[in-house]
Structure formats: structure tokens, C-alpha cells
RNA sequence: GGCGCGUUGGUGUAACUGGUUAACACGCCGCCCUCUCAAGGCGGAGAGCACGGGUUCGAGUCCCGUACGCGCUACCA
């Protein structure tokens, strides 16, 4: 008996369609997501489509942002990049198709002046001022004889009088809207450019969607999409709006008002892990179910997020995104830096590594031996700095003593004045603890800590004040691992070298 | 203004068809560990579920109203 679920199921087919605006903001990027997880979950289609059919707007350029954002979040897609300006044509015989049902009417009037976007009172009295069109109902032939005449004009849609439109919504439930408070929609401008609204439905019956899940902000747009669709004689697909991410104030994200931090190449320039990345994502606006997880969770790979995605699981109130520009430490998120930390921490060696090479490649640190005869040093040596890792970006910061032979890496003032200076101690001790150093035959993390500490007691002094002195002599800071660790890490003749060299600074 | 949607600690979320002191993660504070900083372990503060009124033996969970927030309201997408 043939699976007809499993059928079904392959015939699923999701698009994500952003506008070309030069980069993938975080909203667009979990709406991309959300589809993507829904695609791979049930088995469907995923489908990326450019919606530049604002040709003003639109570049290579701007669209490239958009690829690269996918590319980075590692959203593969089955089918496209379309381009919605491809289909222009299609769209415009889908406007004279209705104008000639008589679904759809020329309207003459000329072209008004529009206000600001962001004029709310201008807007208001707009829309007070909002009367029935004089050409809804105009005699044909007179449309006919005026349009042939040349004049121009453009194509609103008729929406019937009486009644209103409806769509079961996967997340927000049955949504309703009265005919009246949709206005007449234009569809082809009167250059015969044809309209978003228009080209989203023709083009999503056309390419076979099945499922249209996209932001809350669209719901208004979806009442008059479905106006469209029944128009058209098309069946609807299944629409799933999603919650907003909102910024720290509770507004919308734009990239105008809070700049580079909406869009994700910030977030991949700055040393984030994808999956990481993704992860967080994923927890903006939705959830596993209870009992399907394990206690406690919140790390999900993609295989588990694709696992536990469903729509019942997406939220209907929106989530804020609380990055804080300000501040160089917690610039993002907080949830979104440490989960970064736990897959720093915790990414298998061959998924970590190679994300670590190209940083320490633009850092100017990396050598090829890394992969070859230092392959096993350099290995511990990234283990050692990953536990201290918020970002892959510390790796260059904080490991440039590791992977400098000279000292060429930053000196730390409070570091120095607090271990170095502070006590009398270490300008006599440290060149001493150098010769011992360098009469070890075995240079261990076991065998420095014996001599150190052997040493310390030997002098009188409490080791911790001769290891912290060490380790900013090594190091150039006061924080990072172990000391004995690090030792072991620069070596026998760095270590002595640079134990002598921070006596003389003090 | 109109239409729509939402409201659980600072943030993200949980709480089966209403049923004991509202749970978890991040963040914050403290303690432990310790050579520092992280990590880790343990503990703590922080919401009584926007507010008001109902229904009910019993409501964060159902109903009504109010407030607040957000979205949309283009010949943009």
C-alpha cells in the first residue's frame, strides 16, 4: 500500500521571499528558518525567492547580502533564487485577467502625492478622507474608449461589498476581515508595473506553495492576497504568521534606526558559530513541546530543531531581541553570546577548527605547520583557549602569545601593575625561576608546577603570587588558563625568554 | 482615526482537556572549587501570571470590559 502521509508530505512546498534590501535582517533570517525546518521536517520543498519587483530598490549588490545571510546560516534551498521582476508578464496577464472578469477596474485618477511613511497624522487624514473611487463602477466601454485613447491608469482590485474574508492561520487561528476595511488595492501602476500583492499570489500558485509562512506584519496583506487567490479561481495554501522580533524598545528592527546589529553578517563577522546562531533563532518566537526534549534544554542542533519543529509550537506574542549597542562586552544578546560559548566549548574538533583557521588566518597567526607537525600542539592549544571563548574572534585576541614566538602581543596595564609590580618578589625571582626553567631536561605542565612550586617554598614566598606573576610574564594578561598549562603550551624557551624579559619591565 | 494581533520575573520560554508554595534557560547576587579568569557545582533575589469584573468548590488557563504595546492602513515590499 503505497504511504499516502509520506506523499503528502513530499509535496510540501515553502518559499521564503525577501526583498532585496542588501543584507538578511535577524526577522528575515528566522522567517527563513522557520520555513527551511519546516521544509526538512516534512520533507518539502524549500524555495528562495527575490521579491524585486521594486526595480528602484533593487541591485546584484543588495540582492548578495540576502545570498550570503543564507549561505552563512548554512539555509540550503531546493529550488530559485528566483526573481520575482522575471515573472512581471505573468503578473500583468493575471491583472488583465481579473480587469476583464470584472474583478478588477481602471482607475484614472491621477497619481497623489504620498506622505512620508512615518507621517502618521498626514496617513490618518488620508485615511478619513478615503471615499468610494468614482471609476469603480464606470461604464466599460467609457474604460474601454479611454484607456484606447491612451490616457493613463491603473488596476485596483474590486473588493465585493458585502461580505468578508477568512483564513484558518496555522499560528494566529481563524482570522477574519470585513470587505469594507479592505480598500481597493492596486495591481498593475500605471506604468504597468505590477504590485507586490499581485505578484506574491500569482507567483506562489504558480510555483506550487503550499505553505505560506512569513511575518506577522503580512497578515493585513494575506486578507487581500486571499481576496486575490479566490479572484484567480486558485485554492489557498495554508498561511502561518509568525511573531515579531522586536528590538530592545519594543519597535520594530530597521536597519536605519539600529543599524549593522539587525543583520546577520554582523553576527558572522563577529565570531558567532552559525548553528549557534540558529539556535537562538530558533528560540525567538517558538518552542519544542514539553517532554519531547531533555530536561532542561536549550541547546538544539539542526538536526534536533528540524526533529522537534513544528507550526503548533510558533508563538502568537512577539519576542525582543536584546542586543545593547553600547556596550563592547554584551553588545548582543546575552543568550545569544553564551549559547555561542557552549558550542565554542563543546563543537567537535574537526566542525571547530576549521571556523578558527580563517580568523587566525586574518590575524596574521596562522602557519601551515598547525595542520602538520604541530598539528597535536596546536590542537591543545585551541582546546585550551576554547573554555575562555565567548566568540571565535577571542581565539586571535586572546591567543596571540600562544602563537607569537616573539613579544609582539599586548601587555595588559592593570595586569602588569597587579602582578607584576605590586610586590617586590618577582623582579629578583622571576629571572631565577627562568634558569630553573631552563635546566629542566623535561618541560611538562607536571614538571614546571614541581619546579615552581619547589622553588616558591624554597624562597618563602606563596606559589600563587610567583604563578600569577608568571602567567602575565607569558601572557601579557592576568586571566586565562591554568599557569602550568600555559607553560606547557609556549614552551621551554619562550617560557624562559619571556620570564627574563618581564623582570626587566618592573 | 480605522482594522488586526498580543500581554507569565530584566530577556527568552514552560505550565496536559481549569486543581496543592507558577517551572526552566540567559542575566544578576552569594558560596564552593582554585594559581587568575572562565567553566563547573551548590544556593539566592526576582513574576503571583497587565488591570478590573465575572463564571466556578477552584482560573495564568474560560467570558466581558479597560489599559498598554505592536503591526497594517502607498501607483513600497
Known amino acids: 500500500m503505497p504511504d499516502i502521509q ?3 508530505r513530499a509535496n510540501i512546498r515553502v518559499r521564503f521571499a525577501p526583498s532585496p534590501t542588501g543584507y538578511l535582517h535577524v526577522g528575515g533570517a528566522r522567517t527563513a528558518l522557520f520555513n527551511w ?48 521582476s522575471d515573472y512581471a508578464d505573468k503578473h500583468r496577464a493575471a491583472a488583465y485577467q ?9 482607475d484614472f485618477a491621477p497619481k497623489q502625492e504620498r506622505p512620508q511613511r512615518d507621517d502618521a497624522t498626514i496617513k490618518q487624514d488620508i485615511a478619513k478622507e478615503k471615499v468610494v473611487n468614482p471609476y469603480r463602477d464606470f461604464p466599460k466601454e467609457e474604460s474601454d474608449a479611454r484607456a484606447a485613447a491612451g490616457e493613463p491608469f491603473v488596476i485596483r482590485f474590486k473588493v465585493p461589498e458585502e461580505g468578508k474574508t477568512q483564513f484558518e492561520d496555522a499560528v494566529f487561528g481563524l482570522q477574519e476581515r470585513d470587505y469594507k476595511d479592505t480598500e481597493d488595492l492596486v495591481l498593475l501602476r500605471s506604468d504597468g508595473h505590477p504590485l507586490y500583492n499581485l505578484s506574491v499570489v500569482v507567483d506562489d500558485i504558480e510555483m506550487g506553495i503550499t505553505h505560506v509562512i512569513r511575518g506577522q506584519d503580512h497578515i493585513n496583506n494575506t486578507h487581500k492576497q486571499v481576496l486575490i487567490y479566490q479572484a484567480l479561481g486558485a485554492k489557498l495554501p495554508q498561511f502561518g504568521h509568525l511573531p515579531l522580533i522586536l528590538a530592545p524598545n519594543k519597535g520594530k ?9 539587525v543583520s546577520v553578517t554582523t553576527y558572522r563577522d563577529s565570531g558567532f558559530i ?58 548582543t544578546d546575552q543568550k545569544a553570546l553564551w549559547m555561542n560559548a557552549e558550542y565554542i566549548k563543546t563543537w567537535p574538533p574537526e566542525k571547530l577548527l576549521p571556523l578558527i583557521k580563517p580568523e587566525l588566518q586574518k590575524a596574521g597567526l596562522w602557519r601551515d605547520e598547525y595542520e602538520g607537525a604541530q598539528k597535536a600542539w596546536y590542537e591543545n592549544t585551541i582546546h585550551l583557549l576554547r573554555e575562555r571563548a565567548r566568540t571565535l574572534l577571542d581565539f586571535a585576541a586572546h591567543g596571540r602569545p600562544y602563537f607569537v614566538d616573539d613579544l609582539s602581543f599586548e601587555f595588559d596595564d592593570a595586569a602588569v601593575k597587579k602582578n607584576l609590580q605590586k610586590e617586590p618578589a618577582p623582579k629578583t625571582l622571576l629571572p631565577e625561576l627562568a634558569e630553573r626553567f631552563a635546566a629542566l631536561t623535561e618541560f611538562t605542565h607536571d614538571s614546571t608546577e614541581a619546579a615552581l612550586r619547589a622553588f616558591a617554598e624554597e624562597k618563602a614566598v606563596k606559589a600563587g603570587l610567583l604563578i600569577n606573576a608568571a602567567r602575565t610574564a607569558l601572557t601579557g594578561q592576568a586571566v586565562g588558563p591554568s599557569l602550568f598549562e600555559v607553560v606547557a603550551a609556549v614552551g621551554q624557551k619562550r617560557a624562559v625568554e619571556r620570564l627574563k624579559h618581564a623582570a626587566g619591565m618592573i
Do not use: C
Open 6 to 8: 509520506a506523499n503528502v
Open 37 to 84: 525546518l519546516f521544509a526538512r521536517k516534512m520533507g518539502g520543498k524549500f524555495i528562495l525567492r527575490i521579491e524585486d519587483t521594486d526595480l528602484e530598490r533593487s541591485s546584484d549588490e543588495m540582492v548578495r547580502g540576502i545570498l550570503e545571510g543564507m549561505e552563512w546560516l548554512g539555509l540550503d534551498y531546493d529550488e530559485g533564487p528566483f526573481y520575482q
Open 98 to 106: 481579473l480587469l476583464e472578469g470584472g474583478q478588477a477596474y481602471r
Open 253 to 261: 528592527l530597521s536597519k536605519r534606526k539600529h543599524g549593522e546589529i
Open 274 to 331: 552559525p548553528d549557534a546562531f540558529l539556535n537562538f533563532l530558533a528560540l525567538l518566537g517558538w518552542a519544542p513541546k514539553e517532554g519531547e526534549t531533555a530536561e532542561n534544554q536549550e541547546i538544539f542542533s539542526r538536526e534536533q530543531l528540524i526533529e522537534l519543529f513544528s507550526l503548533e509550537g510558533i508563538h502568537k506574542s512577539n519576542a525582543v531581541f536584546n542586543f545593547n549597542e553600547g556596550d563592547a562586552r554584551n553588545w
